[in-house]
């Protein structure tokens, strides 16, 4: 018999490419959402999933949501809650929202695996100077599951994620500006300077499936409790530029400004957040550090070379969105 897969944040980049890939792959999907009435919802629907209504903030529904789960994938989203309520307050209820996650997991008897997106911390890797909330908040989610529910953490992997190549269409501040009256010239403003070392998880819509794919087929290799780390390449913050380019031929140059340049182009909140984010990368370019040998990537899991999408590839493909 097939065995069930309840996908949270389905209808959305991360859930959606764990629900399509694992319906490929032959398993049950159930996909939570808190609309079944939305586009993204019905489309699940469609292609061969079931729907269950449940949300974050109440343990309950996700208990009645996860009933007879074999895994379980989880992904929050900090930056819902930022824009209405802050970071500070983002911050703390998506670390409630991962914990609540996995207390439901935890109440479930057929559960074998857990698996939740999180984040490394920006305070652990550079220090307390570069706190970040969303990516702190995520961390402190699989601290609290590994300390509190310590037989589920032997069942959970943590699943981290690079930049999104799909950044480029979504995200305003990862966007290169045309310049007015330029025919074409377009600038990069970013507060760390173009050299800094990244991680790039490349077309998330399809890594984030073969990776979750490949964990449900070899648990022994990402538990317990590892950090399973999504990426296509790590490279200097221009190359990530340079794919833009290339893909789209246009012009554009990486211009680097301050911190406080960056919060007034965009507003301290969000502005913030990002510009710390990316300061943090440049303290500190191994995403691993403070987790060392408890970090998996994709040829620990057996992935392919062939199987990932990189940023370019995904670029050169999306060229209609740039
Ligand atoms: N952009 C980057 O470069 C980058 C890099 C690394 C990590 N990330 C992380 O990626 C995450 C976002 O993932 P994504 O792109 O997949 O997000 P997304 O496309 O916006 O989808 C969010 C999903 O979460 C569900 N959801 C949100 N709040 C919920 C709640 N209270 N109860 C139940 N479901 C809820 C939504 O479902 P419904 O609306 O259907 O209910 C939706 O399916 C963020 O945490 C971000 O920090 C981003």
Same mark, same amino acid.
């Given at each position: 018999m097939a065995k069930l897969i309840v996908v949270c944040g389905a209808t959305g980049g991360l859930g959606g490419s764990v629900a399509r890939r694992m319906l490929t792959d032959g398993w049950k999907v159930?996909?939570?959402?808190?609309?079944?009435?939305?586009?993204?919802?019905?489309?699940?629907?469609?292609a061969g999933a079931e729907l269950a209504s449940a949300n974050y903030d109440h343990v309950s529904s996700l208990k009645t949501a996860f009933e007879g789960a074999n895994a379980i994938f989880g992904v929050t989203n900090f930056f819902e809650?930022?824009?209405?309520?802050?970071?500070?307050?983002?911050?703390?209820?998506?670390?409630?929202?991962?914990v609540n996650i996995a207390t439901a997991a935890n109440s479930i008897p057929t559960l074998e695996h857990l698996i939740l997106h999180t984040l490394p911390s920006a305070e652990k890797l550079a220090?307390?100077?570069?706190?970040?909330?969303?990516?702190?908040?995520?961390? %402190? @989610?699989?601290?609290?599951?590994?300390?509190?529910?310590? !037989? /589920?953490?032997?069942?959970?992997?943590f699943l981290w994620l690079g930049m999104f190549a799909s950044n480029f269409w979504a995200f305003p501040m990862m966007i290169p500006t045309e310049?007015?009256?330029?025919?074409?010239?377009?600038?990069?403003?970013?507060?760390?300077?173009?050299?800094?070392p990244i991680y790039y998880a490349g077309d998330t819509e399809t890594n984030t499936g073969a990776f979750v794919s490949a964990i449900l087929a070899k648990p022994h290799i990402s538990t317990?409790?590892?950090?399973?780390?999504?990426?296509?390449?790590?490279?200097?913050?221009?190359e990530y530029l340079q794919a833009w380019k290339d893909a789209t031929g246009k012009r554009a140059t990486f211009v680097q400004i301050s911190r406080a340049e960056y919060e007034d182009l965009w507003g301290k909140e969000i502005g913030g957040e990002l510009a710390?984010?990316?300061?943090?990368?440049?303290?500190?370019?191994?995403?691993? %550090? @403070?987790?060392?040998?408890?970090?998996?990537?994709?040829? !620990? /899991?057996?992935?392919a070379e062939g199987e990932l999408v990189g940023v370019k590839d995904t670029l050169i493909r999306e060229k209609h969105r740039l």
């Open positions: 159930r996909a939570i959402t808190r609309n079944k009435e939305s586009a993204g919802a019905k489309a699940l629907l469609e809650y930022m824009f209405d309520n802050g970071a500070k307050a983002a911050e703390e209820k998506e670390t409630q929202q991962i220090g307390p100077k570069y706190a970040v909330p969303h990516m702190d908040s995520k961390d %402190k @989610a699989a601290d609290k599951i590994k300390a509190e529910l310590p !037989d /589920l953490a032997k069942k959970t992997t310049l007015p009256n330029s025919t074409g010239s377009h600038v990069y403003l970013q507060p760390i300077p173009a050299s800094t317990p409790a590892k950090y399973a780390f999504v990426y296509t390449e790590q490279g200097p913050f221009s710390m984010m990316l300061e943090s990368f440049a303290m500190e370019s191994d995403w691993g %550090k @403070a987790h060392k040998g408890h970090v998996i990537t994709a040829k !620990d /899991l057996g992935i």
